[in-house]
């Protein structure tokens, strides 16, 4: 999924090149690339975004999915007073990487509660509790975000050519877990599953299509 993701939003800069949007506009224009009626987009405004840049943000709710309500929430988040987007004024190499990478890690949740029962997976210092706000560490450290975060290490290395050590998000885990290796651990087994399956369905398909992919 993240490579054919990955594919349809890096196209749009060739399929859209010189044209401007308003910021809705390309959050709209993003969106139609996706099919599932319960993933949606919404855009919002921050002043610490910088010019010609937003930031990606992503939420999946698995309450809302065991209704078969839209429960993964993508949103984009533009610089406070801009009006219009040019899609040649932005890196979209890179703002594609980051949407594919969001998007994947959302689905990613939805795919583990599913397997769950909608259900989240034991939290960080409480199994039974997330916390997810009282620290970063709570919500690093759920196995929830250790399954999803290991897959963004997966991404960058695959996409970048790039050592796990390398990766922001391994970084980010050694950062908070300096004191508990464990947890980095985990992240490390995880990624490594992630890595091993994407070889495999690689070693299934032809030469061009691997080619293709990176």
């Known amino acids: 999924m993240f490579f054919e993701t990955l ?10 090149s010189g ?3 308003t910021p809705e506009g390309l959050t709209h224009l993003i969106r139609m690339q996706f099919r599932d009626p319960q993933l949606q987009f919404q ?7 910088a010019r010609g840049n937003f930031w990606i943000g992503g939420e999946y709710r698995c309450t809302d999915d065991e209704q078969d309500e839209p429960c ?5 988040t533009y610089p406070a007073k801009q009006k219009t987007c040019n899609i040649d004024h932005h890196n979209w190499n890179k703002m594609a990487f980051h949407i594919a990478d969001v998007v994947t890690h959302e689905y990613l949740h939805q795919w583990y509660s599913r397997q769950r ?9 409480d199994r039974q509790n997330l916390r997810y706000s009282e620290s970063m560490q709570d919500y690093l450290g759920c196995e929830d975000e250790i399954q999803a975060h290991a ?6 290395m695959l996409v970048y050519g790039k050592s796990m050590e390398q990766t922001k998000t391994y970084k ?3 950062r908070h877990f300096r004191n ?12 490594v599953k992630y890595i091993k399956r994407w070889e495999q369905s690689n070693e299934q398909v032809g030469p061009r299509t691997r080619l293709h992919s990176r």
């Open 180 to 191: 508990d290796p464990k947890v980095v651990l985990k992240l490390k087994q995880q990624a």
């Open 117 to 125: 029962g909608y259900r989240n997976g034991p939290g960080y210092r």
């Open 7 to 16: 594919r349809r939003i890096k196209s749009i800069a060739t399929r859209h």
């Open 172 to 174: 980010l885990y050694q």
């Open 43 to 49: 855009t919002s405004r921050d002043r610490r975004v």
């Open 72 to 76: 993964i929430t993508i949103t984009l």
């Open 19 to 21: 044209k401007t949007y």
């Open 151 to 156: 897959f963004n290490v997966c991404s960058e």
